[in-house]
């Protein structure tokens, strides 16, 4: 029997222990491995609920007993989940999180602990909710050489992108709507400024390309600024926008950047819509795969956690380890990286001549929007358009196009 504490007995936590309950004999009889919840360590009490009689309120109960082989760290935030996840893996305990900012923040060093005491850290969770990603960058495509990951990362903006799009709808009644409905937090500035996707592009690509990517080198815009008039366009291109989470890796150079987008109706990631995740990734045998699934959510979340528990069980006393060095990658500035952008003006069409001085050719779009108009610039460096777009007067969005 392996014995398992979960911290946190929030919406992921209790999550966690339903999976394991529910699925018990079918996890036994799949893998061999006979998972009990022992301890769930939370702050409240439970009364009624059937967790009641396992709950404790002192971490030390947890860490200081031996039966306890796999923790499960779901309480978010970087502290106490921070100290609690070092202290277990001290312990020899293996540890098993959802927790993308810890991950993101201390993932590397919480490998080399888990590594130097013969156990394991595993985040499966921490990207793309309940969608298997971690665990095949990990071991299915060693073999090959990754040179891309774009993921849509985050479903609170894929929510609202969505809404936006198939409504016509501005940004800030969205949000709105989203958190009377629950779906976006009350303070969603970790998700529509784009940090949420930035922690995991950077978690994605530091396993893909094998040294540490720091998250805070990412270059990373959000959603905030997209407006109706830009959906306006995206329409009349047939494109949609989604928020981007991209890194590429050429020989040794890798870069990462997290912005909006607009993909062609032929791009995969073109149909990912409301709340759902998605990962592309490209592999230099693989070709293209793409990887789908629900992004967040209770029981998914827990089904990748629970996953991790019963991998993390099945190498007591080894651990897993992973191709994530303790190195840092340098990350290469995206101002020398290349794309077309689409840009709106002030105007009209006949004046594009005005334009074309400053970007070179440029395709307009005609969305219909008044006292206004749209162009598409040929492909450049984020450095050229910044310094011709210093140029045009009033510019008053732009907005990157994915090449595929
Ligand atoms: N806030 C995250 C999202 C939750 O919207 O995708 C899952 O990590």
């Known amino acids: ?204 690509s530091s396993l893909a390309y094998g040294k540490r990517v720091d998250f805070t080198d990412i270059y990373t815009e959000g959603i905030t600024k997209i407006s109706s008039a830009d959906i306006k366009y995206a329409r009349a291109m047939e494109k949609t926008i989604k928020l981007l989470a991209y890194s590429s890796r050429e020989g040794d150079e890798v870069m990462a950047m997290v912005a909006p987008y607009l993909v062609d109706k032929e791009d995969p990631l073109y149909s990912v819509s409301g709340v759902f995740n998605a990962i592309f990734v490209h592999g230099n045998m693989l070709g293209d795969a793409m990887f789908y699934g629900q992004g967040a959510g209770r029981d998914a979340t827990a089904s990748a956690v629970a996953a991790d528990v019963i991998e993390a069980a099945q190498v007591l006393g080894t651990g897993v380890v992973s191709d994530w060095k303790p190195e ?15 840009v709106r003006v002030p105007g009209d069409a006949s004046q594009r001549q005005e334009m074309e001085a400053i970007f070179g050719p440029i395709e307009v779009v005609d969305a219909g929007v008044d006292g206004e108009y749209g162009f598409i610039t040929e492909s450049m460096t984020e450095a050229e358009y910044e310094s011709r777009a210093s140029q045009a007067e009033g510019i008053l969005s732009m907005i990157r196009i994915r090449e595929k």
Not at 33 to 43: F, I, P
Not at 328 to 342: A, I
Request: charged residues 25%; proline residues 4%; negative net charge.
């Open 328 to 342: 840092k990658q340098l990350l290469k500035d995206v101002s020398n990286t290349r794309k077309p952008f689409f």
């Open 1 to 204: 029997m392996v014995q398992v504490a979960v911290l946190g007995y929030g919406t992921v936590g209790s999550g966690v222990v339903k999976v394991i309950e529910t699925n018990h004999d079918s996890i036994m009889e799949k893998t061999g491995v006979d998972l009990r919840v022992k301890y769930v360590l939370d702050l409240r009490d439970f009364p009624g609920d059937p967790i009641q009689e396992r709950i404790v309120h002192d971490y030390d109960v947890i860490v200081n007993d031996p039966e306890i082989r796999v923790v499960v760290e779901v309480m978010g935030g970087t502290e106490p989940a921070f100290t609690f996840s070092k202290r277990a893996l001290e312990a020899g305990k293996s540890v098993c999180t959802s927790n993308k900012e810890l991950v993101a923040r201390h993932g590397t060093q919480l490998q080399q602990l888990a590594h130097e005491n013969h156990a394991s850290y595993l985040f499966e969770a921490s990207c793309g909710g309940g969608i298997p990603i971690i665990r095949p960058l990990r071991t299915s495509l060693t073999a090959d050489v990754i040179d891309e990951i774009t993921g849509i990362l985050n479903g609170t903006t894929n929510y609202i992108l969505t809404k936006m799009i198939d409504e016509g709808l501005e940004f800030d009644d969205v949000l709105r709507d989203a958190q009377q409905k629950g779906y976006a937090e009350r303070n969603p500035e970790a998700d529509i400024e784009g940090h949420d996707a930035c922690r995991k592009i950077a978690i994605l």
